[in-house]
């Protein structure tokens, strides 16, 4: 079994926003990445994800709701709903989402 120390991975990432592969469960994928308090433009898929705050905080608009995710707790967004990262949103977050083109 491998082991991933999830703040430790997010923080050497070069890029906040830019999350790496960790691992993949059939065809979900676990993802990590670095939040640096910036906005990002709003977005939506086509299948549902969970955003799992490591540490930190997110804040988030999903649909006309306004989230606030703290460490230790996640949030699933539905397949659909547009949703965007607000300002103030820094630490570690985990992705998990399904991968459109896995084997």
């Given amino acids: 079994m491998n082991v991933v120390d999830l703040p430790s991975t997010a923080a050497e990432l070069p890029d906040a926003w830019t999350s790496v592969l960790l691992g993949q469960v059939g065809r979900t994928g676990?993802?990590?990445?670095?939040m640096d308090g910036r906005a990002l433009e709003p977005e939506s898929h086509d299948t549902a994800e969970?955003?799992?705050?490591?540490?930190?905080t997110l804040q988030l608009m999903a649909g006309d709701i306004d989230v606030e995710v703290r460490a230790g707790e996640m949030h699933i967004v539905e397949a659909g709903?547009?949703?965007?990262?607000?300002?103030?949103?820094?630490?570690?977050?985990v992705i998990i989402?399904?991968?459109?083109n896995a084997p």
Avoid: F, N, T, W
């Avoid at 965007?84 to 630490?91: D, E, K, L, Y």
């Avoid at 989402?97 to 459109?100: Q, T």
């Fill in 97 to 100: 989402e399904h991968i459109a």
């Fill in 81 to 93: 709903i547009e949703h965007a990262v607000r300002s103030g949103s820094i630490g570690s977050l």
């Fill in 30 to 34: 676990v993802k990590v990445l670095r």
């Fill in 50 to 56: 969970a955003l799992l705050v490591v540490d930190g």
